[in-house]
């Protein structure tokens, strides 16, 4: 007999994650339904184990069981990676960043400890949930349907969810209602969806010397790999995936036995999960494990008019990634969601078949978008992880360790616009944090990929233009270089004459690279030449600028570390082979790795803070100092030290940064200050640093047209001829003079480009671009290219503090 329905219910068929969580969050629209679970327990240890990511905790801290679970569970905070043999490949705290991000931390915690609080939870679950329940058959009618059990047993309700796993039988008898609605075609089609290349063991230990709370360990190898998470009390969640022996279709898929795991294990009892651990170890603790092919089917149809499915039967994901189980949370979120808004819009109980099935479809069709990219990510996952192909080992084994920061982003990028209760307040803890889970970003800025890739190709022109016209004065000028070199001493027009075989570093390697490059600069710096003397003056002071942004580009938070020390090692690099070669590279890097669409995610944009509170001091010691002492000392032996100085600016300028920041630390040690950071105290450092660097450049270009000499057009102080490259060279002096000349022009051209690609991608907040392109003209008309860049870059600062401040204030609006 039927159980009598008096409202609108919802049958979901299976307890699991998805079903339960469906349950919760259908009680808290207050629409009614019946779990049948065809297991004589709801929460059965199969040993399995289960991954919380923030996308889910979000929806079960909504639903008011989060603590609970997070008591159960040991947050994740570090994770290893290693090869083989053994090696480390990488080491991240990206558990720890995610947590920090999004509010929630990665944790990990048996399968069986979820269900049983998800069932001891549910209000009215003894009445609600039904146990020995296993579905034989699902009866559809225009009005209601009706499911059959095994036991005899009959339920009827408004429609039927499949939350029974990868061999649904909701799914089955959808498949079978297809059919008899002509569209049999699209269940064949769905029928053999599924296939299966890797298989599984998986299994849960006890604690395992070597192997500590918190941690995670992913071996990637050959056809193969590992995850081992070391939960609350030293308990160990472990996975071993790898490679059948060949592609199994949807009819063919194995059924692999627990007897075969010892066999199978044996085969892999050598593999390191760490440099001391092995898999033998962890597999002599074991307390429960299991042996599985690994499924993975995206279906096309999740609903057809009163059957829904959710979970692994609609699409069904590889572990690696652990979104899995949190996509079906996701789901089941979405799903009571669309119902709810079904349900409280009806004027009666009795919702018609055609209401129902434009409720599912627009669920399907808003749902399948973000699952499908999951999927795909968490796929290709396992195929990474276990070297499918040359790409995969070249990124597991070679590339891994350099893309820390890059996989962190991936995964918030993964966890952006998860779904959420709407009928629940979102927790403290879900907006209280750095990146919240918007689940509709505000708007988009910028292209990424090949498209962003091409808006470079000027900047390659610069970098090709550089090596044409500079590669060609180095070569004929360099004669004389050596010419000059080879006489041993250099005098200037005012008679002072500067021993050239003397060290200078008394490091032979030192003054064997850098003598020519100091030689190089004493036309200019004594005034020999005052025409280059006017420009040198006014191109070191830009100088400033270039190099001062890179480092507070590099000091945002979102940076990895190797974009980190990137200015530094091209500042070394461009010391010795001229910015104007360098300065488009790093501009061509820079705007691709860092789209404005990613800046602008939480705290991304931010500069550190210790980093900018020391940046000023730095600069002014460690770059400003020596480049004036250049020009100013009261004796060419004089200036020429102060060149041998600013000739390691790049590395004196950084270090001078720790110096500062140590010496703060250890004055708040003594006298704490209690500091209020924010985004106004950051401007505030923002706004000195390219005020000053902008004060800087557009004085010494003030002085440099007050000194230039007054026979030549001020034009051909800072410009070459069009074709200067091509021209004879008659001195050194002379070729030396067109070549720094090229290395201005070049080095800010690319600037400035870089700074149009900027201003173009905010031009959604910012200024139209020709009051941008108006702008920067005027200003290096009238203060210098070096003072327009800085100016320029502050300006985009201002633009992009203004876009964070309003999608914060849109985000809280939201939540």
């Known amino acids: 007999m039927a159980a009598k329905q008096d409202s609108f219910r919802v049958i979901i068929v299976g307890g699991s994650v998805a079903g339960l969580t469906l349950a919760h969050c259908l009680f808290k629209n207050n629409i009614d339904f019946v779990i049948l679970e065809s297991n004589c327990d709801i929460a059965p240890q ?108 009959v339920f009827e309700g408004d429609m039927v969810v499949g939350a029974d796993g990868v061999r649904s039988t909701v799914r089955r008898e959808m498949w079978d209602y297809m059919d008899s609605m002509a569209l049999g075609k699209q269940a064949a089609e769905e029928r053999a969806c599924m296939s299966s290349e890797y298989s599984c063991v998986f299994g849960i230990s006890t604690a395992t010397p070597g192997l500590q709370p918190g941690q995670s360990h992913r071996t990637f190898a050959d056809d193969y790999s590992t995850l081992t998470v070391v939960g609350k009390e030293g308990r160990v969640f472990w996975f071993l995936f790898t490679k059948m022996n060949r592609v199994y279709s949807a009819s063919e898929i194995p059924r692999l036995d627990k007897e075969d795991i010892g066999q199978h294990m044996n085969k892999y009892a050598h593999v390191p999960i760490t440099d001391s651990v092995t898999l033998s170890a962890v597999y002599q603790n074991v307390v429960s494990r299991n042996f599985l092919a690994l499924e993975e089917a995206f279906y096309t149809h999740w609903c057809m008019d009163r059957f829904v499915c959710i979970g692994d039967s609609a699409h069904k994901m590889t572990p690696n990634m652990g979104q899995g189980g949190n996509s ?74 350099f893309m820390s920061q890059l996989l962190i982003d991936k995964i918030s990028q993964t966890l952006f616009g998860a779904e959420r209760l709407d009928s629940v307040p979102l927790p403290l803890r879900a907006s209280q944090c750095s990146m919240p889970l918007h689940s509709q970003p505000r708007r988009s800025y910028g292209q990424t990929g090949w ?58 390697f030192l003054d064997k690279m850098f003598a020519p490059l100091i030689c190089c600069f004493l036309p200019s710096i004594s005034g020999s030449d005052p025409k280059s003397y006017a420009q040198m003056i006014s191109f070191m002071a830009d100088i400033g600028p270039v190099y001062g942004i890179w480092l507070l580009e590099s000091y ?58 020391s940046f000023l001091p730095a600069m002014l010691a460690g770059y400003y100092l020596p480049t004036f002492g250049n020009f100013f000392a009261s004796t060419l032996e004089s200036r020429r030290s102060y060149n041998a100085v600013w000739q390691f600016f790049p590395v004196i300028v950084p270090l001078l940064q720790v110096f500062f920041r140590l010496s703060a630390d250890q004055i708040s040690e003594c006298k704490p200050v209690q500091i209020q950071r924010g985004h106004r105290q950051d401007m505030f450092y923002i706004r000195c640093a390219y005020g000053t660097m902008t004060a800087i450049s557009g004085l010494a270009f003030l002085y440099a047209r007050i ?71 005027g200003t290096t008309l009238t203060l210098g290219p070096g003072a327009a860049f800085a100016l320029g870059w502050g300006w985009r600062e201002e633009i992009l503090a203004h876009i964070t401040s309003e999608d914060e204030n849109y985000s809280k609006r939201h939540l």
């Not at 999004?102 to 269900?115: A, E, K």
């Not at 250099?490 to 490091?507: C, K, M, Q």
């Not at 149009?756 to 108006?774: N, T």
Request: one cysteine or more; glycine letters at 8%; proline letters at 5%.
């Open 707 to 777: 000194s230039a000499p007054q026979s030549i057009s001020l034009v051909s102080v800072f410009l070459p001829s069009l074709f200067g490259h091509t021209e004879p060279i008659s001195s050194f002096t002379a070729g030396i003079a067109k070549l720094f000349q090229y290395d201005e022009l070049i080095s800010m051209v690319s600037g400035f480009v870089w700074l149009g690609l900027r201003f173009q991608e905010m031009k959604q907040a910012g200024p139209p671009w020709w009051k941008s392109v108006c702008a920067l003209v």
């Open 451 to 508: 498209g962003r890739t091409l808006w470079t190709v000027p900047l390659i022109g610069c970098y090709f233009a550089a090596h044409i016209t500079m590669g060609s004065l180095v070569q004929k000028f360099g004669p004389f270089l050596g010419s000059t070199l080879a006489q041993g001493s250099w005098t200037a027009s005012n008679g002072e004459t500067l021993d050239l075989i003397r060290p200078i570093y008394h490091v032979s």
């Open 46 to 153: 199969v040993g399995a184990s289960i991954g919380i990511l923030p996308n889910g905790a979000r929806i079960l801290d909504q639903l008011d069981i989060f603590d609970e679970i997070l008591d159960a569970a040991e947050p994740l905070e570090h994770g290893w990676t290693w090869s083989a043999a053994g090696k480390i490949i990488s080491k991240t705290e990206a558990p720890k960043v995610i947590h920090q991000r999004h509010g929630y931390p990665i944790t990990f915690l048996d399968r069986q400890i979820l269900l049983d609080i998800l069932y001891r939870n549910l209000k009215d679950g003894d009445r609600r949930v039904h146990t020995n329940k296993r579905v034989t058959k699902v009866e559809h009618f225009s009005e209601k349907v009706r499911i059959h059990c095994a036991d005899q047993s």
């Open 556 to 613: 945002r938070k979102g940076k990895t570390n190797i974009e980190t020390i990137l200015p530094t090692l091209m500042g070394v690099v461009f010391q010795l082979k001229g910015i104007g070669k360098l300065a488009p590279l790093y501009y061509a890097i820079e705007y691709i790795h860092s789209p404005l669409s990613s800046l602008i995610q939480g705290d991304r944009r931010e500069i550190k803070a210790t980093a900018l509170r």
């Open 328 to 401: 079906a949370i996701e789901s089941a979120a979405a799903l009571a969601n669309h119902l709810a808004i079904l349900v409280q819009g009806s004027s009666s109980d009795c919702i018609s078949l055609r209401s129902i099935k434009s409720c599912l479809n627009n669920w399907q069709t808003a749902r399948q978008p973000r699952t499908k990219k999951v999927w795909t990510k968490a796929n290709s996952l396992t195929r990474l992880e276990a070297g499918a192909t040359v790409k995969d080992r070249i990124i597991a084994q070679y590339l891994l360790p």
